[in-house]
């Protein structure tokens, strides 16, 4: 039997890739320069410059913006990355300029020496050329002062692991190496707007009807997922995100997307573009506040991935927590487990701000960590400070017995509080006091506004060269407004959100203008990412019905994959549902072992009582989720659902979808929205007992789920 055939376009690849990798290790990493070297060479090459022939200026001076880029990272004492032999580059142009071609690739280090060309993706110029500009098209990109003009003969992304080719991406198609060493071809299919013409939503089964379905397959039984190598993300980067991810250092980039549209990407490509620009950037002066553990766990994985190595994730909470026992060490470190609802919502609620800025405004005090308490407690407590702020900025949006209650609350604990302070009350007298959360960003702005900026260990103003914060529309504008103000000259922040995954209602947000309007920033442009890479079009589409009235943007999203219908599986117990979907993950794990599932439960309870039953039926590499602490290994993760925000797998099973456990509110669509788009290739969705009307409204234009 004769060879497969390896398609051309995959050999000249390999070609490439062969020689690249033998340069690499035939000729080593030379020590850089000296400062006083490079100074020499940059005069030497000005000099020549102004002298030469106009065709050998544009090579001269790409030779002297090497060569000053080489002397910033110098004195700003930073090292250049190494490219890696194992994995040298990420994306291969080929450039005709004049009808002279020439290949460029794109990694995450420089070499341009011995005939290498390996630039580093955060390069300016060859990158723009990358993201901007598509196979066929011609370029004009003016460069350091230079105009350079051409055709993109070859744009194609590439998946090297071990020096070995794995995948090439294509507009001729997407080719990937299988397991045998042979190519397959995959086509490739342009964006176009979801909706669900043409084929079906979703597929309905009653018990026993599902025998026959299978988990990675598609109707016809064909495995969904070809290969298992992943390319690098940065080569995915389409010119929108890289646009975003490009702008200059100072001021605002505030980025609304769709689930699964690179919100995220976009905010820690941003970081390592500016680290590039300022090593600087890449330390503890940039901080991305996530919003959930399990987000932070997941970004300090690919941060370093990016060449950034010292910056460190971190959620609000923590922050936050830090920066209160820094400055206000004498209060209470435990935190308070049940608080009322309503407490925090008033803590929370940007008209909290307000009253608290007017009040410490209106008032003489001494700037000192006493007087910022007191400023503290008194918005809290006093419902003259409090209330003709809600009813001048909120009226009704909180009822007022409600907001009566929580200041009576915060009246008591404030109380108490007073009692631990107190050095004259005996130690056995003395009450067990606790915190909110909530309290925290309170008390930082009090500080802010009445003794001034917040200060970093060494007890100096605390200023971040770079702000990230992911998931903003669950933070509070008082949290925002106080990492604003901790902002140096520059005020570099990057703000990434969706208003349809907005789960915490006591924080607040609306609207991106209101938003703004608390925060004192009105007319910050917000940037759309309107395409969904993460999730197939039925997923898409089928997440965007769950919303229904609350969706709250008329545009549907534009997805790039097909993929099997959404599929929803009816049973009259639990213990049937277990059965089937024991079944169903024994199966997966032996044609697809390196999967990751997600099965999402409604509640701890739920999801407790599915993991029992899916660990009697022997599920492999099963673990059940607590405290956000995510493996982000292959396996089945059992967990409830207001912890998977952020996060994406493979499959995902959504467990009891029931009107009791989601019942028809704003909150339970935005649930299931989010639930719904953590699927990358698949989704099934179970039902035990009475459907919630919001999957019978999803589905109800092609199955009966009465």
């Known amino acids: 039997m004769s060879e497969p055939q390896v398609p051309e376009l995959v050999l000249d690849e390999q070609a490439l890739l062969v020689r690249t990798v033998r340069l690499l290790h035939e000729v080593p990493v030379l020590a850089p320069p000296k400062e006083d070297d490079l100074v020499a060479e940059l005069l030497r090459l000005r000099e020549e410059v102004n002298n030469a022939k106009d065709e050998d200026k544009p090579s001269m001076l790409q030779q002297y913006d090497q060569q000053l880029a080489l002397l910033e990272q110098i004195r700003a004492g930073s090292e250049r990355p190494v490219v890696d032999p194992a994995s040298p580059y990420f994306a291969h142009l080929r450039l005709d300029e004049d009808g002279h071609e020439r290949d460029l690739f794109l990694g995450k280090g420089t070499r341009i020496d011995h005939g290498l060309r390996i630039v580093d993706w955060r390069n300016a110029p060859i990158s723009r050329i990358f993201y901007s500009y598509q196979q066929g098209e011609d370029y004009e990109e003016n460069f350091g002062g230079r105009v350079m003009e051409g055709t993109v003969v070859a744009r194609r992304t590439v998946g090297v692991e071990q020096s070995i080719l794995r995948r090439v991406e294509s507009p001729e198609g997407s080719f990937v190496r299988l397991e045998d060493d042979t190519w397959v071809l995959r086509t490739r299919e342009r964006p176009r707007l979801a909706g669900g013409q043409g084929s079906a939503l979703a597929t309905v089964h009653d018990d026993g009807h599902a025998a026959g379905r299978k988990l990675g397959q598609d109707s016809l ?128 609620h940007p008209a909290t701000m307000v009253a608290l800025e007017r009040h410490i ?56 509080l007073m009692n631990a302070l107190d050095e004259d009350v005996e130690k056995e007298d003395k009450v067990a006091v606790f915190m909110d959360a909530e309290d925290d960003p309170i008390l930082l702005r009090a500080w802010q506004k009445r003794v001034g900026p917040l200060r970093d260990k060494g007890q100096r103003p605390l200023r971040y060269k770079h702000i990230a914060v992911d998931e903003v529309q669950d933070f509070s504008p008082i949290e925002v407004r106080v990492l604003l103000d901790c902002l140096d000259e520059k005020r570099s922040i990057t703000l990434a959100g969706d208003t349809q995954q907005h789960v915490m209602a006591s924080a607040g947000f609306t609207s991106w203008s209101t938003f703004f309007g608390w925060l004192g920033v009105a007319g910050v442009e917000v940037e759309t990412l309107r395409i969904a890479y993460r999730s ?49 993950l024994q199966q997966l794990s032996r044609h697809e072992p390196l999967a990751s599932v997600a099965v999402i439960a409604p509640n701890e309870s739920i999801a407790q009582l599915y993991y029992d039953g899916l660990k009697r039926g022997e599920v492999p590499r099963l673990r059940l989720v607590q405290d956000e602490a995510f493996s982000f290994s292959p396996g089945v993760e059992v967990v409830d659902v207001r912890q998977v925000k952020g996060l994406e797998f493979d499959y995902v099973l959504l467990v009891d979808a029931s009107a009791r456990s989601y019942p028809d509110t704003p909150s339970s669509r935005r649930l299931l929205h989010v639930a719904a788009t953590r699927a990358i290739h698949q989704l099934w969705v179970t039902c035990v007992g009475t459907p919630s009307s919001i999957l019978r409204e999803a589905v109800s234009d092609q199955v009966d789920l009465a």
């Open 361 to 416: 405004e209106a008032t003489d005090g001494l700037g000192t960590m006493e007087q910022a308490i007191d400023d503290w407690l008194t918005v809290l407590t006093r419902p003259d400070v409090l209330l003709p702020v809600f009813h001048e900025l909120d009226p009704g949006g909180i009822a007022r017995e409600d907001l009566e209650r929580a200041i009576a609350w915060s009246r008591e604990r404030g109380a108490e």
């Open 536 to 584: 197939s079009e039925p997923i898409v589409t089928f997440a965007n019905r769950l919303l229904g009235d609350v969706n709250e943007d008329d545009t549907p999203p534009l997805t790039v994959r097909s993929g099997p219908p959404v599929e929803v599986f009816r049973f009259t117990d639990a213990g049937a549902a277990v059965g089937f979907l024991a079944d169903a």
């Open 221 to 348: 039984g064909r495995p969904i997922r070809a290969d298992k190598h992943l390319p690098d993300i940065a080569g995915l980067l389409d010119p929108e995100q890289f646009e975003l991810i490009t702008r200059p250092s100072s001021g605002f980039v505030v980025i609304r997307g769709t689930a699964g549209s690179g919100k995220t990407t976009v905010a820690l490509h941003r970081i390592a573009w500016l680290a590039y620009d300022d090593p600087a950037v890449d330390s503890d002066r940039t901080l991305f506040l996530a919003f959930s553990r399990a987000l932070r766990d997941y970004v300090e994985r690919v941060l370093p991935a990016l060449g950034v190595a010292k910056v460190r994730p971190i959620t609000f909470p923590a922050w936050a927590a830090q920066m209160r026992r820094r400055h206000f060490p004498k209060l209470p470190q435990a935190i308070n487990e049940d608080t009322p609802e309503v407490v925090l919502r008033v803590k929370s």
